[in-house]
């Protein structure tokens, strides 16, 4: 089994793909984009990829979401949860005062946001992470922000922990492949759907979870990218696609939207601890 993850080694992506190690034996691979992971399932490259979805103090990772809605015709197999440490991480010598450029993941920056401020340093942004850490290498004046392990491997010093700006950081990642998980009987929906731009439609839609006492864990909308006021909405339920209930909830929210994507059904993720110094 080939897993590929956004990479370089060292990401969060690849601590959470080291996770599906306890439910499959596999082989992961490092992909430098989300783009090239969702690609590399799609042409049959690897059986699965695993890319984030969602963070829980800066929202959702919108290019995963358009990726799933627009270009891809992908499921979603698994969902990993993990608490997130931002490391403020240097060469070795380098002092806090040395620095002056600050290196990482655009959402990594994002949820770091008010101890960047305050330090008053140039934000340089990079595919991830890791691919940060590998940059400042031997460039004194740099800082990278990213996971401990990333500090580890390519030799570099962590000067703080858990930098980010609200205590509580977990980021949702998703295994993608060509098809969902089996019925597991504690499982998750998502779906993607547009709706007309009538009164009521989006009312509609959501009476029929309502109406089947089914709990919604999630709702976003996201532009539809036809101009301003057009959205496309992501929802994800529990029940699996294949239990009664959802046969028949999926059927009524297809009537009553303009197009509609079953992205997949999948295990609920319990939250998984760090392993970010363990391989
Ligand atoms: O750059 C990484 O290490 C990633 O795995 C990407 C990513 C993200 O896109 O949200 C994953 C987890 C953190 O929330 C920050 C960055």
New binding site residues.
């Given amino acids: 089994m080939k897993i590929g993850y ?1 990479g370089p080694k060292g ?3 690849e601590e959470a793909a080291i996770k599906l190690k306890k439910f499959e034996k596999c082989k992961l691979l490092s992909f430098d984009s989300i783009v090239e992971v969702l690609d590399a399932v799609d042409k049959n490259k690897i059986d699965k990829g695993v890319v ?1 979805i969602e ?1 829980s103090i800066e929202g959702s ?1 919108g290019i995963t979401l358009d990726l799933l809605a627009f270009e891809y015709n992908l499921c979603i197999y698994r969902e990993i949860i993990i608490p ?1 440490n931002h490391c403020l991480i240097t060469n070795k010598g380098v002092k806090l005062s040395d620095i002056e450029v600050i290196c990482s ?1 655009p ?2 920056l994002a ?1 770091c946001r008010k101890f960047i401020e305050k330090l008053g340093l140039k934000i340089r942004s990079f595919q ?3 691919a940060a850490a590998k940059f400042i290498k031997g460039k004194l004046n740099y800082a990278a922000i990213a ?1 401990k392990r990333a500090a580890k491997l390519y030799n570099l010093h962590v000067i703080q922990e858990n930098i980010q700006d609200y205590k509580n950081n977990f ?1 949702r990642f998703i295994v993608v492949a060509k098809r969902d998980h089996e019925f597991t009987g504690d499982d998750k929906t998502s779906i993607v759907f547009s709706l007309e731009d009538k009164p009521g439609r989006l009312y509609e839609v959501l009476k029929e979870f309502a109406k089947r006492n089914i709990n919604l864990t999630k709702i976003e909308s996201r532009p539809l990218k036809l101009g301003l006021g057009r959205y496309i909405f992501f929802l994800d339920f529990e029940g699996h696609r294949k239990e009664n209930k959802i046969v028949d909830v999926l059927d009524a929210v297809s009537k009553k939207t303009h197009f509609m994507k079953i992205l997949g059904s999948y295990p609920i993720s319990k939250i998984y601890e760090s392993n970010s110094l363990k391989k």
């Fill in positions: 956004l990401t969060f992506t984030p963070n990772v997130i993941h959402h990594s949820q991830s992470t890791a996971p980021t």
